[in-house]
């Protein structure tokens, strides 16, 4: 299914071992822009909905521009989420809007890869090294449904962790 928000749950974890040095922003952005593709094939009545971005060589350039954009876009998206809490909600929520190229690539390429190697084990037309090979190794290698419970679970996982050490560093900086 394009655009499957359980993508998003192995980027949590990312997100709270790698901090200020990944963008969570970046990498959903890396992923809806990972998903392109397949809807805009979905949407022109193709048979193949995962072709040449949905490989190494694809997620690779599409990481690249998901940089470049992330950058500014992620900026003004976290602004936003920023400007719509609430004073009580931004004790905990807010977050740092200024990022950094490092961050950015990180989640950009996190994303793209990530992605990638998601939909190969899930989807039988990804071509994860296309063009040098034509053949989906990783397809079924475990089930859909234990695919989408380990991406559920490492979201689990990933929120746990940040909202644990957000708790802890607001308690030390408290007193």
């Known amino acids: 299914m394009p655009i499957t928000p359980l993508h998003l749950g192995p980027g949590a974890v990312f997100k709270a071992i790698g901090g200020r040095r990944f963008s969570f922003v970046v990498f959903g952005l890396a992923q809806f822009a990972m998903d392109l593709e397949p809807i805009g094939r979905f949407l022109g009545g193709s048979n193949l909905l995962h072709g040449p971005v949905h490989s190494i060589l694809g997620a690779t350039i599409v990481g690249a521009i998901v940089a470049v954009l992330g950058k500014p876009l992620g900026g003004r998206l976290l602004r936003l989420w920023n400007w719509r809490l ?46 040098f090979r034509e053949v989906n190794d990783l397809v079924g290698i475990i089930s859909v449904e234990k695919l989408d419970a380990l991406c559920l679970a490492l979201g689990v996982i990933g929120v746990l962790i940040i909202l644990t050490v957000s708790f802890w560093r607001r308690k030390v900086h408290q007193g």
């Open 86 to 131: 609430s004073p009580r909600q931004r004790e905990w929520l807010h977050v740092e809007t200024r990022l950094t190229w490092r961050e950015t690539a990180a989640g950009a390429f996190v994303g793209t890869y990530s992605h990638v190697l998601l939909d190969s084990i899930m989807h039988p037309d990804v071509r994860l090294m296309y063009p």
